[in-house]
Structures are given as structure tokens and as C-alpha cells.
């Protein structure tokens, strides 16, 4: 589940009403058209206008057996209960029952996802908002998402989607075909899974990246990195690029603040490198709760010795929301402090985001240390990479350029 990005470009009614202790129950009262920012109904308006409709064609199908689709990653057990092993929540699930992320149900002992095909915000982003800033930069990137989540973050920005039921939500019939001719109508030649957790939404995105590779587009996803290794496996033979969110460097945050824990998360993070797949990792920096400077440290050392120094790594601020309102937004200097720290610590690509005028925005050659890609928020105001070098002193850039 992503907690750096928000879904549409504008804050939404309902986060006025978010307090600590917010229950799924309580999210529902505060009404679907959250989930769906200007950009989103945007998006909806042009695809159903390119298929001839006159209005957005939002559904609110509940239970319908419309959207059953068969799950992967279970195992059968006996009196129809089905154990599920996409993520390491491993839920054991009764007959008529859901998982915790509550769009996977087990019906009559066979286990389905809900959201297949199932849209409930679309937008075109800048791919810098996932952020990627190695990957085409400047580049729109074709954004969808389910409703639900498999963790439940203390600070996400996109709750009022990642703490749904689908069948609580507006939704799109958008199956991957549909979903990537859309993408290349609109230009984009990347698409991304992102906004609330794509890991719950697992076959969905892997057909949506079979497809597009059928067609020349490149899938992203922007995740927690919160599952299994073989489903991970299975994702990175299709996908291009994966950003995850690395909320911590410690255990107790995990559990305390997202309902998870980190091991799977670090795990997620090497099995990508390890497949090839260009990875970035983001760190939002919580005032109080995962910013202190050995913390920070931890952070550098274990990505330049797990990873490598070329992964870039993203500080990302936090802004007050969900049920971490009484926290202040990250002060500058914590920021900077977390540049310096891992930069020390050598790594080569280091970013403060989430915060509009940052000059830490920028890419730098690692060799001669000249400006590579100036960025003006999530504009691309001039770019010096050419092949993928330098193009002063022709060091190799790592990332997907073109
Ligand atoms: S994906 Fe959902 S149903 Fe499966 S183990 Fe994770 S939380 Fe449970």
C-alpha cells in the first residue's frame, strides 16, 4: 500500500473526518465518492466516452457474481476452508468468508479475487508522482487501482480506497485488454498498479503486464513489498519497474503502525534486484516514529550492502492524515539530515520528496557529479542522459531510459 502517494491530484472530503481508530465500518459512512479524485473521474470519462457511452459508466455491483475471478495462491483444506498464500498474512478463510484484505472470498472451498478487472480509480500521472526517477522521466504513466489492502497503514494518504470493500466503491469494468488499449489511446506507454496495495489485486495486475508487453507498454507497480516469494516471482518475469515503500527499518513499527512486519518487506526488496527488475525505494520519515539518525543509518547501510548503491532511495514527507493527525509534517532540517546521512553512507541517487522547491530532486552524475535531471516538482526541467550515460563524462546511469 502506498502512503506517498496520493490517488487524484486533490485532497478529498473525507480526509476532514479521519481520526484515529477509523474502522472500516467508519471509512464506508464517509461515502464512495471519496475514493475518487478529479483525475480519476477524468480518466473514467474518457474511457467510456472512447467506447461510446455518455457518462461515466460507474458501477456499484455488490456481491455480483459478475466479478468473481479465480484466486491464486491458495491451498485447499478440509471442511472447505482455504488457506490463502499470496501475502504473509496467510489467512485461513472459511465458507463464505474473506481474507484480511477483503476482496479475496472463499466460496464452497474454492478461493476468488473480487477486483479483477475491477477499477476504482484511474488516473494519468506523472511518473514521477510514483516516484520513479529512473525510469522515462517526464514520461505519463497510465495509474489504476482496486479497493482494499492487505496492511493497514496508521498514515496512508489513500484510505478512503486501501480500507474499502469493493462492493462499497464506485468501480469501472476495466479488464486488462480494456485497460491497456485505454493506456495506448491516451499516449502512455507505462502503467502502473499503485494507490492502494497492488499485491491484492495480484492476477489483475499480471494480466494487465502480460498484455501491455503484448503491446510494447512497460507495467509498474508501487507496493509495500508486503508479499510472498513466489507471487513476487511471478510478478517481476512481467513487470518493468517496482517501487516499494519501506516504511521502516524496525520490527515494532511494522507491527504498531501497519499491522505487518518488516522481514518480508527486505526479503521483497532483494528478490527483485535479483531478478533484474529496476527497483526504487521510498522511506517516508515520521516525525518521532522512524526518524532518528541510527535508524536512518540502518537504512543507508542495509540498502548499500543488500542492494547496492545505484537503487535510488527516496525520502518522502509526511503530512498529517488518517490516524496520524496529531504528528506535524516532517520539518525540513529531518529531511536534510536523512540526505546527508545516506549520501555519507554512499549512496548514489538519494531524493527528498513530497516536498515542492527541494533541489535534492535532482539527479547527479556519481563520476563528475554534473546535473543530470533538474526537476522542477514532478516536471522534467532538463535532462542530460543520453543512452543511458552521463552524457559529460559518459558514466553509465542506471534506470530505464527510453
Ligand atoms: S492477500 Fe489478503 S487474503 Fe491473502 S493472505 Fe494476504 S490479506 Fe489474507
Redesign the pocket.
Known sequence: MSDTERSGPARQEGDREARRGLSRRDVLKLGVGAALGAGALAGLAHLTSSAGSSAPHLTKPGRSAKWLHPAR??RAMSKDFVQ????????I?GPGG????E??ENRGGKYYTLVYGRAASVNIDPVEKKPFYHVMPGSPIFSFATAGC?MDCNNCQNWQLSQARPEDLPAMDLPPAKLVGAAREQGCSLIAGTYNEP??FFEYLLDVAAEGNRHGLRTTMVSAGYINRAPMLNLCRELAAIKIDLKSMRDDFYRSNCEGTLKPVLDSIELVKSQGVWLEIVYLVVPTLNDSEDEIRDLARWVRTHVGPDVPLHFSRFYPQYKLRNLPPTPYETLERCYKIARAEGLHYVYVGNLPGSSETDTHCPKCGKLLIRREHYRVAENHIENGRCKFCQHPIPGLWS
Open positions: 495462491y491458495y490463502c498464500q499470496l501475502c504473509p498474512k496467510h489467512c478463510v474473506r481474507g484480511i484484505c476482496v479475496r492487505n499485491t491484492i
